[in-house]
């Protein structure tokens, strides 16, 4: 079969498409036929091993995961015989954790897995982008606890966490502005934001408004500058935040008595069932940048490195 193989760190040119042994799933897993995956900051973190905490747990001087890939669409092909929760021709979604391995025609995941049923009236293409964007929103939006009537500001709103997190806060009945640049206020607004801030033009610190949340999705701000609008009580969500901002926000609730919500993300099969169930219902839609052949996955990650990407950036496989 075909895989993204990458065997040291660096650009998206490590990335070489190469043909590796078809997985054979174990008596408790799924084997997966790829239809389609989609190509995360997660991945593009990974590839760049950044931050150099990464080697730390996916190898220090090169890769022990040597395929990436952390979300994936497809259909079931074969069960081990212990598997007693799907059969062949299932179709799902599913996140691979820290596995990996989507990157490729086929792929094997265990049985207890983060699968669930694919919604039938999205494409293979569209929940492939539901684990990591709407999947990380949703974590850290129920660890805030996010109530209707509640006031919460996303900075960066048309990234896949600011798209999710947007659909997601309006659905809890939030009140919901965000930031972004001029050329996204539309997709915003058309996902239920309330009022938008071009970062270009104006400075969201000095609109005399104030939030319960604030949800941090890109990671490249001064949170500083960020708690001036926050509530009494109010919560700062830093869901990616590099080192240095990491360490802001430590010391941000040390010495202010903020409270801040941050690290890994704790995922769920329920909360991939739960968010199925919205697709299915149309109460979220999924908002797809660019879609990609297998054989252009350099061209998918330079998309993600540009910083430019509108919601998710996926790869179709099989099709």
């Not at 993204?4 to 078809?22: A, C, D, F, H, R």
């Not at 610190?205 to 960020?226: C, H, N, P, Q, R």
Request: hydrophobic share 40%.
């Amino acid at each position: 079969m075909k895989a993204v193989v990458y065997t040291k760190y660096g650009s998206p040119e490590v990335l070489q498409l190469q043909e590796v042994s078809k997985p054979i799933p174990k008596e408790n897993e799924i084997l997966v036929k790829v239809y389609a995956t989609s190509v995360s900051t997660g991945d593009a973190r990974l590839r760049r091993a950044d931050p150099f905490l990464v080697r730390l747990f996916f190898g220090i001087l090169k890769p022990k995961v040597p395929i990436l890939g952390g979300s994936l669409a497809g259909e079931i092909e074969a069960v081990g015989k212990h598997v007693t929760q799907f059969k062949i021709g299932d179709q799902i979604f599913a996140s691979t954790g820290r596995k990996m391995s989507a990157h490729a025609e086929y792929t094997t995941l265990a049985e207890d897995g983060l699968i669930a049923f694919k919604p039938q009236n999205c494409s293979y293409e569209e929940v492939a982008s539901i684990p990591f964007g709407d999947g990380t929103s949703f974590y850290f939006l129920k660890k805030a606890n996010i109530q209707a009537g509640q006031k919460i500001l996303i900075i960066g709103g048309s990234g896949s966490l600011g798209v999710g997190a947007i659909q997601l806060a309006k659905y809890f009945g939030a009140e919901v502005h965000t930031v972004c640049s001029t050329g996204n206020i539309e997709l915003v607004k058309s996902l239920g934001a309330d009022k938008v801030f071009d970062y270009t033009k104006e400075d969201f610190t000095e609109s005399g408004e104030s939030y319960d949340i604030i949800f941090d999705t890109v990671g490249k701000m001064s949170l500083k500058k960020a708690i001036k609008v926050l509530k009494k009580n109010g919560q700062l969500i830093v869901a990616a935040g590099m080192i240095t901002q990491m360490m802001e926000a430590a010391w941000i609730s040390l010495s202010k008595k903020i409270k801040i919500i941050a690290g890994e993300m704790k995922e769920s099969k329920a909360d991939l069932e739960f968010l199925a169930s919205l697709y299915e219902t149309g109460k979220m839609k999924a908002v797809i940048d660019k879609t990609f052949p297998l054989e252009e996955i350099q061209d998918a990650h330079r998309l993600v490195d540009s910083g430019r990407k509108k919601g998710s950036v996926i790869i179709s496989i099989h099709q």
